[in-house]
């Protein structure tokens, strides 16, 4: 059984910096790993993505401050720099893979709450 488990959320000054990161147990090729968020009375939407060839994607609203990255085949990170009082939400790690390189069964985290205030 596949579980995503995130960490790092908090509450940070705005300019301020958080790092969040997303590990995945159980048997699972990663095809895509992204980062969405959730804020109150908001769809939820793509932050970032980093597919299995490094090829990386970003919302218009993070990009040149948000940074994804993955350092093993079943762990990711979020670096998010200069945040912003509108960054506020709860953030979701998503897993696109299975238990072979040609699933694309979708798994989720929790989610970490993300609040950037004065």
């Known amino acids: 059984q596949v579980q995503v488990v995130e960490s790092g959320g908090g509450l940070v000054q705005p300019g301020g910096s958080l790092r969040l990161s997303c590990a995945a147990s159980g048997t699972v090729f990663i095809d895509v790993m992204g980062w969405y968020r959730q804020a109150p009375g908001k769809e939820r939407e793509l932050v970032a993505s980093?597919?299995?060839?490094?090829?990386t994607n970003y919302a218009d609203s993070v990009k040149g401050r948000f940074t994804i990255s993955r350092d093993s085949l079943k762990k990711g990170y979020l670096q998010m720099n200069e945040l912003k009082p509108e960054d506020t939400a709860v953030y979701y790690c998503n897993i696109r893979g299975g238990p072979n390189i040609f699933s694309r069964t979708d798994y989720w985290g929790q989610g970490t709450q993300v609040t950037v205030s004065s």
């Open positions: 980093i597919s299995r060839d490094g090829t």
